[in-house]
Nanobody, 125 residues
């Protein structure tokens, strides 16, 4: 059974940083791609970043490129999201996803088969 557990959310002031972690069990990162998504109240879940086993290639949404960094620890089967220069617009529930289907946009939520419970990130001005 695949389980994804996110930790690291919290509250921070604008300009601050947070680091999210997603530990996978029952699933190996080396099989495929894992990603981070976020959903704010009233909005659809949107892709933030993704990283694939193939050369560790990364993908970012335009809104976070240059501020967020996705990385992975293959031995720990864990994916991280370092978030810097946070703004109130980054406030959302952040969720980890695994097992990209490969039939569409890699930052599209419907392209992933497994999901974590999510961790809340709140950025105050």
């Amino acid at each position: 059974q695949v389980q994804l557990v996110e930790v690291g959310g919290g509250s921070v002031q604008a300009g601050g940083s947070l680091r999210l972690s997603c530990a996978a069990s029952g699933y190996s990162y080396s099989w495929n791609c894992m990603g981070w998504f976020r959903q704010a109240p009233g909005n659809e879940r949107g892709g933030v970043a993704s990283i694939c086993a193939y050369y560790g290639r990364t993908y970012y949404a335009d809104s976070v490129a240059g501020r967020f960094t996705i990385s992975r620890d293959v031995d720990k089967n864990t994916v991280y999201l370092q978030m810097n220069s946070l703004t109130p617009e980054d406030t959302a529930m952040y969720s980890c996803a695994a097992d990209y289907r490969g039939t569409g946009d890699i930052l599209l939520a419907s392209q992933y088969n497994y999901w974590g419970q999510g961790t809340q990130v709140t950025v105050s001005s």
